[in-house]
């Protein structure tokens, strides 16, 4: 299963965008989820988590600013994102979270916060 994250697009600084990511129903009933981002030259990082029953976790630069959520009818997990800055600049993914780490990995999408 490859993972399409969609929603992303050119926003102004202090602007808001909302990811989504849509998976098999099985296989997302089944498993925690995450938001992933790659900005250029770095290191893919975890932006933010949710687990089956919806217990989450953020990275520190994005608490308070961005929520995860996840849509157990839809089958779709969601990343609202709010006041964004130019460093949240990134190619955003969703994945599926394992014990191992994240993986099923698809095309991720690009969010280009402009100043």
């Known amino acids: 299963v490859q993972l399409q994250a969609s929603g992303g697009g050119l926003v102004q600084a202090g602007g808001s965008l909302r990811l989504s990511c849509a998976a098999p129903k099985i296989f997302f009933v089944m498993n925690n989820m995450g938001w992933y981002r790659q900005a250029p030259g770095k290191q893919r990082e975890m932006v933010a988590t949710?687990?089956?029953?919806?217990?989450?976790e953020y990275a520190d630069s994005v608490k308070g600013r961005f929520t995860i959520s996840r849509d157990n009818a839809k089958n779709t997990v969601f990343l609202q994102m709010s006041s964004l800055t130019p460093e949240d600049t990134a190619v955003y993914f969703c994945?599926?979270?394992?014990?191992?780490?994240?993986?099923?990995w698809g095309q991720g999408t690009q969010v280009t916060v402009s100043s």
């Open positions: 994945a599926a979270v394992y014990v191992s780490g994240p993986g099923n």
């Open positions: 949710i687990t089956k029953s919806g217990s989450t």
